[in-house]
């Protein structure tokens, strides 16, 4: 179960470094997320022992109990997986960025029980682009109201927006989704004057492409830890 997981996790980063010098970017600007939700505390642990930190998980009470098998560890863990709100609260104890605000009720809600512990929870809004739906985020239109309300919750930051977009088996054909999301990003910095640095887009079938359209965060899983069970 942990085989090759270093083997591919050099890979992974020689991908990375190779997408970034495409594109005449630094590769410190790209942090790589493991998605570790269906793995096992031993996988995690493997991948850690090859240098990796920050961890994405999809199920808030899955996460629970993996973070809590490796609290010894000096992990960061990501939401990016659609959080219910009465899940919120567990999973403003939990991790240190959530990937996916996609209403204001949300953003109340996280800000309520950030202020209870007290933490400041570090969140990113995620956009629906294509409308699909299987998949969760707020439209292009709701973004911007959304992004004002946020910053106004005092326990709740937003540092950028994350996008899914649907599945193709050219990584091309997904670009135009991850540059969509830059110049949404882009148009909201100017207009709203707060500063959006994140871009979390591009998975394993996809991530050079979003790199080279100014992905900050990529998350990854099977090149990491291989076709799950």
């Not at 969509?180 to 207009?191: I, N, Q, S, T, Y």
Request: proline share 6%.
């Amino acid at each position: 179960m942990t085989e090759g997981i270093p083997e591919r996790v050099r890979a992974v980063r020689r991908r990375i470094e190779a997408a970034a010098a495409a594109c005449g970017r630094d590769p410190a600007e790209i942090r790589l997320v493991a998605v570790s939700k269906t793995w096992p505390p031993q996988a995690v642990a493997a991948a850690h022992e090859a240098g990796l930190g920050v961890f994405g998980e999809n199920y808030v009470q899955e996460a629970r109990d993996k973070i809590a098998a490796l609290a010894a560890l000096p992990l960061r863990w990501h939401l990016i997986g659609h959080l219910q709100t009465n899940k919120a609260k567990l999973a403003v104890q939990l991790f240190d960025l959530i990937h996916t605000l996609d209403s204001v009720r949300l953003a109340r809600e996280i800000d309520r029980l950030a202020a209870r512990l007290p933490k400041v929870q570090d969140v990113l809004i995620q956009v629906s682009l294509a409308g699909e739906e299987t998949k969760s985020g707020a439209s292009p239109a709701e973004v911007p109201a959304l992004l004002a309300e946020a910053s106004r919750l005092s326990h709740l930051r937003v540092l950028g927006l994350m996008t899914i977009p649907p599945y193709f088996d050219d990584p091309e054909r997904a670009r135009p989704y991850f540059a969509r999301l830059r110049a949404l990003r882009d148009r909201l910095e100017e207009e709203s004057g707060i500063a959006l640095p994140e871009l979390s887009m591009g998975m394993t079938g996809d991530f050079e492409a979003a790199i080279a359209e100014g992905a900050t965060l990529v998350r990854i899983g099977t090149a990491i830890f291989g076709n799950r069970p």
